[in-house]
């Protein structure tokens, strides 16, 4: 069975640009959720999806959005792109209950760079 | 507010030699506790969790972990370290209910032959 899949695996962005990123979660699997990882930090929660609703956000913007569609693949979209997005994007699975941080499976992620 | 400190940046190990990571946590009660291993260009992976029950928990990769709540502790251990053990580690808390997870800052294991 394929594990979590993310596209692109890398991406270069320009400052005020516009930038979506894509997760397939494990079959099966109904809750999505989406980390930030700073080089040299771990990783910040930004949002959980469960059954295509938004279950949980971080500390972050309103540049930050999300969804999740009904075959449960996600997408975060991060507008006005500033030069402190630049990290590491990742997505987690997290099985077919709502409480689903009692095991998440992690993509290899998204390396976001903006110049 | 929650939070994960682990203390130790990185850390070096000869290849066989016993290991110990540290990680301290803030919370005002037993939250669910995680150590997870990245390793370069690479998500992610779980190496065990406490959840409640016996305190000394045991992982894959022949990692364990034991909580300590007189310490707010949950340290990472391993008898004998191997050179693919060589990763960044993520110690990390989830409080009851929540459905995100809280990471420490990580400490990078570096395996010398």
């Known amino acids: 069975d394929a594990g979590v899949t993310q596209s692109p695996t890398h991406l270069i962005k320009t400052r005020g640009q516009q930038v979506t990123l894509r997760c397939s979660p494990i079959?099966?699997?109904?809750?999505v959720s989406w980390y930030q990882q700073v080089l040299g930090q771990g990783p910040q929660f930004i949002f959980q999806?469960?059954?295509?609703?938004?279950?949980g956000r971080g500390n972050f913007p309103d540049r930050f959005s999300a969804r999740q569609f009904p075959n449960y693949s996600s997408e975060l979209n991060v507008n006005a792109l500033l030069l402190g997005d630049s990290a590491l994007y990742l997505c987690?699975?997290?099985?077919?209950?709502?409480?689903?941080?009692?095991?998440?499976?992690f993509g290899s992620g998204t390396q976001l760079s903006v110049l | 507010a929650q939070s994960v400190t682990q203390p130790d940046i990185h850390i070096t190990v000869s290849e066989g030699a016993s290991l110990e990571l540290r990680c301290n946590y803030s919370?005002?009660?037993?939250?669910?506790l995680f150590w997870y291993v990245q390793s370069p260009g690479q998500g992610l992976q779980l190496l065990l969790k406490?959840?409640?029950?016996?305190?000394l928990v045991q992982g894959i990769k022949g990692f364990e972990a034991e909580f300590k709540r007189s310490q707010s502790s949950f340290n990472l251990r391993k008898p004998s370290v191997h050179w693919s053990d060589a990763a960044e580690y993520f110690c990390?808390?989830?409080?009851?209910?929540?459905?995100?997870?809280?990471f420490g800052t990580g400490t990078r294991l570096t395996v010398i032959p």
């Open positions: 999806y469960y059954e295509k609703e938004e279950r």
């Open positions: 079959s099966g699997h109904k809750s």
């Open positions: 987690a699975s997290g099985g077919t209950g709502v409480a689903t941080n009692e095991k998440l499976f």
């Open positions: 919370y005002g009660a037993t939250p669910y």
């Open positions: 406490y959840f409640s029950g016996d305190t």
């Open positions: 990390a808390v989830a409080p009851w209910g929540a459905n995100n997870l809280f």
